[in-house]
């Protein structure tokens, strides 16, 4: 058996814990080393005896770990969700159709990044993805109820910002955001050559990293329970996306409005999974649960005099800052990363062939006001 010849398939499950059929419209991701790893409980047995032998141990619970890493990458279609789309599900974000419209002057603006609008004459709602500033043409926002019309007056409900419309709604993407509650779980089966590991009721972390000229990475590490090994051919006459991962080039990034220099990047969104057992299941454990999450990034760029921009006044301070940045260019395979709430928690000297380097840390807070917020990726 090859181990460079495996298949991942995964599909969200209907009624959680319980295993779906998997098919090849399931197994269109493209993953680098999957691997699975069983960790059966087994109970020691060693009553006392007149011998120190102990006897044959009990099985018991049965969880389960897969971790890969895969390519960000498009559809090749704004407005189709890429096929890794179920794995950020799964790990807690929620997946939101993006609309832009265009818009005149806004006065009393900004609009603000998660606020609620409400068009004049539609009554209808949205939320606003992405601060909108005066000199801005178009506004981005996912729909909440109704649908706005061009020419009424749009208010931003904390801000009170309002602009007027001068276009219908257009669908120009898909967001990725933090959820909280009614997060998906995954079955999820390792083709290895003739050998399939099934795995049901899954949920996991995921990794950013980002290098300067690379392919952005995400890495998964899902816990799952065990739901079968069997000999199983691989999946046929799959159609993977065909669209190439853009390279970590013409980022436009910017931290608190200034162009750092950087060369990596890493967001971890750390989330926090936990068994749930379950006695009536024979292995013991209905699924795993999202119960949390601690949002962390880091990245390394260069050090410059502090009247260029502050690193450790914005870190002595505790401010908090926008993390804006685009991966790709083209529509159907971009994506445009937005952290409304960036804060430094540590900031290092370090050194780069030669170069002064201002390794940091920060966290990716979210509002107080509407929370799963610390970060949006637009995918567009």
Not at 154 to 179: H, Q, Y
Not at 222 to 245: C, M
Request: glycine share 10%; net charge neutral.
């Amino acid at each position: 058996m090859l181990t460079r010849k495996r298949q991942l398939a995964a599909k969200i499950e209907a009624v959680e814990g319980t295993a779906e059929t998997l098919a090849a419209a399931d197994a269109r991701l493209l993953v680098y080393n999957p691997k699975v790893s069983f960790d059966i409980a087994m109970f020691e047995r060693n009553p006392a005896r007149q011998t120190f032998s102990n006897i044959g141990k009990i099985p018991g619970k049965r969880p389960a770990g897969l971790s890969f890493r895969l390519e960000l990458r498009g559809s090749g279609a704004a407005a189709t969700v890429p096929e890794w789309g179920k794995l950020l599900q799964a790990c807690g974000f929620g997946v939101n159709t993006l609309k832009s419209m265009n818009i005149g002057a806004i006065t009393n603006g900004p609009f603000q990044h998660g606020e609620t609008i409400t068009g004049g004459t539609s009554a209808a709602k949205g939320r606003v993805v992405i601060n909108t500033a005066n000199g801005a043409t178009a506004i981005l926002f996912v729909t909440i109820s109704g649908t706005f019309v061009s020419g009424e007056v749009i208010t931003g409900g904390t801000s009170t910002a309002t602009a007027a419309t001068s276009s219908v709604p257009s669908t120009v993407g898909n967001e990725f955001k933090p959820i909280s509650d009614s997060i998906p779980s995954l079955t999820q089966g390792c083709y290895e050559d003739g050998l399939r590991k099934l795995l049901k009721g899954c949920r996991g972390k995921v990794k950013f990293g980002f290098k300067s000229g690379e392919p952005v990475l995400l890495d998964f590490d899902f816990q799952g329970v065990e739901a079968g090994v069997a000999d199983t051919a691989f999946l046929s006459n799959v159609t993977y996306e065909t669209t190439k991962p853009p390279a970590f080039l013409s980022a436009l990034f910017s931290v608190d409005a200034y162009s750092a220099k950087v060369g990596e990047m890493d967001i971890d969104f750390g989330s926090i999974l936990a068994e749930r057992d379950d006695i009536n299941d024979q292995r013991g454990i209905l699924s795993f649960a999202v119960t949390g999450r601690n949002v962390l990034g880091s990245f390394n760029p260069e050090m410059v005099l502090s009247a260029a921009y502050d690193f450790h006044a914005k870190w002595f301070s505790g401010a908090e800052m926008v993390v804006d940045f685009t991966v790709g260019s083209v529509a159907g395979n971009k994506f445009r990363f937005y952290i409304p709430r960036a804060q430094y928690t540590k900031v290092e000297d370090e050194d780069r062939d030669g170069l002064q380097i201002a390794k940091s840390t920060f966290s990716l807070n979210g509002s107080l006001l509407y929370g799963d917020d610390e970060l949006s990726i637009l995918a567009l």
